[in-house]
């Protein structure tokens, strides 16, 4: 499975009160783009708090540790999935910087390009680093900027002349909330209005949602709003300077179905996904089934387009998670069926259409069809809703390298065959780009087709922090 | 949310193995059947292991846990939802007793009708309790018929003979399984074969889907299995005393969708049941939308009957779990959208049917009604796919008493009302008999017309634990 | 080490208040008698609540298990240590019994020599046992006596009939404190009254000091204590049946030294023996040295008697507990050097007695002679404030089998030679009996000189529980 | 009581080998030197792994953490006590700082004079603070100086140029273990070899008795020493700059008694203490006891002097940790009772001395002179092992301000009449500086005689991290 690197969220309102525990309840719906870290720093009146820990949202905050959190005006949360081998606490965010010119606390969805640059310039500075990601690299340009600029928010004007790639970012000050993303805009980032006339940022919507904020807007790619006592702005000298590139891996995989980005709900994106493939991938079937969750939206709409009855085929079972046991040896082909169970009645001596969001290796999804088989079905039509993984991603997720991407190495006949299905269809990358509706150009398909918006990274694929050192 | 009480797991073969990993990974399919404990007692050569704690399956497991236990032949698990006010470790199953006469296991789903008495005339005869729950009436029982007894299955009819009300029971003795299914069958009990000959029980097929057994068949009503060395034998004298009885509610929520009880898959019986509802109270709408989970099944065949297009209209947050943290009293009303987020598209300027599998005390479902409203459904027609809850349950159940259940004290009309809907329909008793299709008798719906299949306990509604002694 | 298995306390108070509090801080003046396990029942005018589990007092009650168990009038609490390879939580005390006569609490130290005779013919009949502990048998004969008797105390007079061995109980019912001392008094049991009228009972009079209570007076042996709101009242009817016989241990090693047993206190008794050494086995010598904590008493007494001065040569981590890791094979041989450091400047040239309380297999003892070798001690004389151990305990303590008591297999000069010491002098049996004083009759030392006080158990040295089961 | 902030503890061998364990071993005999938390970092080769965490050496090191560090050939390790109000985990060391130069990791124990002044100066530069240590501080300038420095034993000389305080330090480098103190010798540090080849450098000796190191020496004030493949080197360059000025308290209380400082036996220096007392406060009286652990050293020694008899006579609850549950107020009096239990025999009648290692706020001793009257004491003479606090420590104790220090307002007369002593004798300051013998003189006595050796700190007394930022 890919996964998406994390999730942000802000929130300000003038008067004291219980951000630290709106925070939380963001977090928790904006869980699913990380499960390894979760964080939040609270600003009381500019005394700093914050918490941090490896966990679920719920593991790392419970009771009291919200109680000791207290109240605030300002919250600025984290939810993190760590991809580079570094999942150790050290690396959960906020990243909480104490300084004379005033404190900071920095959370940061994406990667850089050019971090390991930036890195090496720093050190030879004498800076001294306690993590591996980049938002350490960006709140020391914040800090050093800070130090020559009039405002937090001049500072991050100028950072954003020095760092390249992905970035949705909300940072807090003692008195201002900051909400920027990238000027091609990789990640999403939103923000909405509470009913006591505070403010909310938030990768996703349903984190608005959750919290009671109605949607506002999206931020521009490059813009930069600052919430303060004197209001909300927006400086934009950073719009514009690109091409838009958002990740439509967000629309297909990443995002909740409820949330909306770039003006298109996630789950009308999907249900078109759906339609795009059953025109472009017609099939004779009896019944079509997706693989929970993030298959059925598409199935959904595949069967509204095809007139194929869509049905329930594939339980989850929804106590799965980090803690279960992989089975011993001999049960390790129940593996998946621990996860999800076919209904025979709904599967037995049919023609199956199976709508996944994604193949990466294969090997799960060639044990699902070997489990639908067994159960009787009598074909098995894979469709998914994602074009074929051929490349790399450098901005934030941890889509594999190429030898390790079925895609990459084999035609689609082949990769048919080998995970046993009748027939595959894939979703081509020009109906990729037509998912999200009006706005059919700015996506980000690299992944797909290798057409990277930014420079490759100088270091791609090494992780220098796993060598040993002379 | 009404709950079950229990699931029960077991597990026999000629050779010693992994019966522990076995028995863990049928207890987490039927995690569904209850959330507060679990136990695995194991036995190797007739040496008893056992664990269980109170959490989650894979929380009172850890990786440490089950290798403590080590490999066996034969093992019995459990996992309990408690109702009674006495969720503590100690009434965690299996109950492990060590005799003379021979060590035992024993597990058991359901809730005897004169266990009260049964209790005091054992105190009278001078035995302690250690816990509150009927299984360990049944374990003091089943050692004393045991003394007098030729064998523990023997001994097993003896105690059929003095107990009523529902059980579903799994026993370990060292050298045989035993299952056992009260004479009215009102609970779900199945047995299958393993590859490697040997064979399981379980309160639900989807345990036997999970460790890679096929389901033979399920119990009879009243019928005892026996599994040893000498082969599978059956023994039925208690079947055919008294008229089938299986819980309705076991179709309508508490299992899997994707097991087989009596021969029906549970996804077919609430697809049933949303096209029974279809016909019953038909309605002009633009879109049919369940409840997650358990209203899923029944929207599909609501929309297949209707014609009415099924579409996801509301999204829950999969790590919605017991250690969420209730929000303050500023964000109280947010609580139900942290689980369930309304999707703007689907609902937006649409009149909606809402199909939920029941109502209790008509809150929740009336926040959702509003939830719903405000995202701009034009009307909400709530369908309800399980007639009105009207009695109390002796069953296993934790069916509120009937002060808090709104359909003992108000009309359909004056629900409809107070929930917001616009029109509201259940499922009516009659339907609800057909549901599971061939089988339209014996089924148990004392909550819904108080035609309770045994007699009512004496104490009915009092728990004399929790009342001061003396 | 020799250890003992537990240690127990009671308290009984007119009006509620936080005894479930003082039983804590009882218990925690007791752990030196039990580190396996803890637990305390309390009776909030007539309901039961309590919590048992294994760990440290300390461990076992966090704030929130106390503030649960809440006020009450009546508590009582077990601390202990499981010689059986039965460490688990079911064993740990105090076992509470729900039964219709009323409820019932049970906290036992010692050990019956004809509980397995019990527990069989209370199997035959048809009781189950959850725990492998002599309490379970005591509490189900207690619960039996009591269907036949006017009153709880009555019960327990009936009881004492039919036990035999070691044991000092304290009991709770909804009403009553009774605590109960075997006819021969193998362990300690002893009476206090609080300032605000109510009463402790404590195995040591220094749980009492802990709480505040003043020592009134130690139960006689087969005497029963019932505190009520009638007051407080004695049945003496098991009184003068047998020969006292107080474990001498219980001076030499188990007991706190600012406790008074038999009006004995321990550090006199330990001062005592001491000074009986340095008669018995004379050296010349630079310094005498004891091994903390045990020896250090003896010690003092050693220095008085002959002159010899007393220094601290021996320096304990106090942090030692039962989470250190044992170091890996190449740190072996550093083991008790990370427990016992030797100071150099004390022991460097010096001709040492090193005083220690017990030697079982001698293998510590050596290594530390070894220690104190190589810090440069000319000459290491080794006296021990107690007889060599040459037989079995039936009364509660973990005295090995012979084959693993050096002095049963060697002589005092092979032992001598074998640990390292130039000279080994043990306490005769006769000067053992003389150090509590007045008393210099009716101790125990029948794991000194095998003239045990009861009948040896039938089953002595076996555990038919580790058994198969067939 | 007085804390002290830290112990380090580093080795090095040429072979890859257990130092995770050994780090482990050496930390855990200098727990009395910190107990809130504890940290290792380990070069395996040049790669870094660490953990560290709040809590004892033996909570935050269990079993499997340890087995994560693996093996490899250089660790360093760290006990921290926090005096800051600001316990968190984030102040836990080692700092292990990732770096293009090369990874360090650093441990620190004492307190800079100068750490604001330099912190400021490093934000002004851009540098980011996670902790408000000062070994982020010293971190931060090794690395600065590491970019202009041929070595990293040449950038820590620089480094040294520019710190001022209290510092012992042990600096782990991919190939080299660094050891270091200041040039007044403030904190103690040692080196020694281990029998396989390696070295070892420790606060305190006992830390290599733990290891099997032998004690080569301790460093020189202001000395350097480099451990590497090119064997030991020492650097002198800051050697005999500055007085020496090793605290005198590490004698009387905070070091082990067993450790060797500047050439003299902790416990000889205690004893000589108690022997000076009884000189200069000499008293007619029936015992000596010792308020254990750290009283039990002097009262021998003052026993000897004085010829009064020495006797344990307050017996300490070895279970007391941090997690005990302060009593109910009801209980609050038996506080200290439940630590330290007086024993009547040794006390009741008799004129007492009471030996203890020092007077802070006075409430402690005062209740337990109460305690020691009530069981019987004719007369209390309180004997104080070390001068009367006057002034606040900057050099890594907790020593309080002087509004919470007795003597500091209170003559000795105002002060004994407090606490309830017949009479009350502390050392003199020239007796305090007797107390190592030979080297009499280079003792910091500045919290008994304000004679600071360094600058006092401009902000003393402040903590900015605690005010509001804005």
């Known amino acids: 499975m890919i996964h998406e690197e994390c999730g942000v969220f802000g929130i300000w309102q003038a008067k004291s009160g219980p951000v630290a525990q709106m925070a939380y309840t963001g977090l928790f719906a904006l869980q699913h783009r990380g499960q390894e ?10 005394v700093f708090r914050h918490h941090k820990d490896v966990g679920l949202v719920s593991e790392v905050f419970a009771k009291d540790e919200l109680d000791r959190l207290g ?113 091609r805009g990789f990640r999403p980032l939103c923000i909405g209005h509470l009913p006591n006339g505070g403010f ?10 959750a919290v009671g904020a109605r949607l506002e807007r999206e931020l521009e790619p490059g813009e930069i709003v600052v919430v303060s006592r004197e209001g909300v702005s927006s400086i934009r000298s950073h719009c514009l300077q690109s091409t838009r590139a958002l990740c439509v891996f967000e629309y297909i995989y990443f995002a909740r179905p409820d949330s909306v980005i770039e003006g298109c709900t996630v789950h009308d ?34 069967s509204a387009a095809s007139g194929i009855p869509y049905d329930v085929g594939l339980v989850k079972n929804k106590y799965v998670g980090r803690t279960f046991i992989a089975p011993s040896q001999e049960l390790r082909e129940q593996m998946v069926r621990n996860k999800l169970n076919p209904i025979r009645r709904v599967i037995e001596g049919k023609r199956v259409v199976l709508l996944d969001d994604s193949i990466v290796r294969g090997t799960t999804i060639a044990q699902l069809i070997h489990i639908i088989r067994e159960t009787g079905a009598k074909e098995v ?85 796993e060598q040993p050192l002379f």
């Open 71 to 183: 109240e605030g005006n300002i919250a600025v949360g984290h939810v993190r999935y760590s991809t580079s081998g570094n999942p150790g606490r050290s690396n959960a965010q906020p990243i909480v910087v104490r300084h004379g010119k005033g404190n900071m606390a920095v959370c940061h969805n994406g990667n850089l390009v050019n971090s390991t640059l930036l890195r090496e310039k720093l050190e030879q500075k004498g800076c001294i680093f306690h993590t591996t990601s980049d938002t350490e690299v960006i709140s020391y340009l914040l800090t050093q900027e800070r130090l020559e600029s009039g405002s937090i928010e001049e500072a991050l004007e100028r950072v954003m002349d020095r760092i390249d790639g992905a970035y949705s970012l909300v940072v807090m000050s003692p008195t201002k909330l900051l909400a920027a993303r990238d000027p």
């Open 381 to 465: 039509h894979v469709r998914i809703s994602a074009p074929p993984f051929l490349h790399p991603c450098y901005y934030g997720t941890d889509i594999d390298s190429e030898e390790n991407l079925i895609a990459a190495r084999h035609s689609v006949e082949e990769t048919a065959a080998f995970i046993g299905a009748d027939t595959l269809g894939y979703l081509s990358v020009e109906d990729a780009k037509k998912i999200p509706g009006q706005m059919g150009c700015g996506l980000c398909t690299a992944c797909f087709d290798g057409c990277y918006p930014t420079q490759v990274p100088r270091d791609a694929g090494k992780n220098r922090f």
């Open 269 to 302: 994106a999907r249900r078109c996904a759906g339609k795009l493939l059953a025109a472009a991938h017609p099939v004779d079937a009896d019944v079509i089934i997706g693989v929970p969750d993030s298959g059925l939206d598409a199935a959904i709409g595949f």
């Open 200 to 209: 909310a940022a938030a990768s996703e919507s349903c984190a608005l949602d």
């Open 37 to 46: 870290a979760a964080g939040i720093a609270l600003s009381d009146r500019g």
